[in-house]
T-cell receptor, first 112, second 112 residues
């Protein structure tokens, strides 16, 4: 069964450093998303992406965040200057129109 | 966004059916009802979705009230692997496919 994959599974970085989280959505999906989950809290929406542009973004997704689909398979989330409060699990997701959303296993980001 | 109300927690015995309720009295006529679950230390997992008619798939059944103000996710035979937090989420298929807002959900415990 097709699945969303994410790399790395765990990323440790120093405060102020840039990180790029990578995702490979399911191949025939057209809608892509990033979510995050701080330990013990709810899953939070960050951004949705369709047709090579951002469709929606939350208040969390400020100027420090950016997304890109650099080729036909990858979907990336970049955090330019990480803060301690960016430590969380980051989930990528994708879906085709009108269907359920499939989530990846997540990348655990630890900012020291 | 439509608000949902779910019990904080439920318990079930293994191999018995489980009925997980959700109230969504402010749902709009074009919102689909999605259910997701999150197993411990994993990403959210799509379970099922529907608009008006009851739906069945290999994981579960979804019973939607005639007035669409509530729905029930039915696990026909609970297994230990079904222990998770279950989320009922109204989704509007606008251009962005909706940003899928996760609430607190229902924590399902399954006893052997």
């Amino acid at each position: 069964e097709p699945e969303v994959t994410q790399t790395p599974s765990h990323q440790v970085t120093q405060m102020g450093q840039e990180v790029i989280l990578r995702c490979v959505p399911i191949s025939n999906h057209l809608y892509f998303y990033w979510y995050r989950q701080i330990l013990g809290q709810k899953v939070e929406f960050l951004v949705s992406f369709y047709n090579n542009e951002i469709s929606e973004k939350s208040e969390i997704f400020d100027d420090q965040f950016s997304v890109e689909r650099p080729d036909g398979s990858n979907f990336t989330l970049k955090i330019r200057s990480t803060k301690l409060e960016d430590s969380a699990m980051y989930f990528c997701a994708s879906n085709s129109w009108g269907q359920g959303r499939y989530f990846g296993p997540g990348t655990r980001l630890t900012v020291l | 966004d439509a608000k949902t109300t779910q019990p904080n927690s439920m318990e079930s015995n293994e191999e018995e059916p489980v009925h997980l309720p959700c109230n969504h009295s402010t749902i709009s006529g074009t919102d689909y009802i999605h259910w997701y679950r999150q197993l411990p230390s994993q990403g959210p997992e799509y379970v099922i979705h529907g608009l008006t008619s009851n739906v069945n798939n290999r994981m579960a059944s979804l019973a939607i009230a005639e007035d669409r103000k509530s729905s029930t996710l039915i696990l026909h035979r609970a297994t230990l692997r079904d222990a998770a937090v279950y989320y009922c989420i109204p989704v509007n298929y606008g251009g962005s496919q909706g940003n899928l807002i996760f609430g607190k959900g229902t924590k399902l415990s399954v006893k052997p």
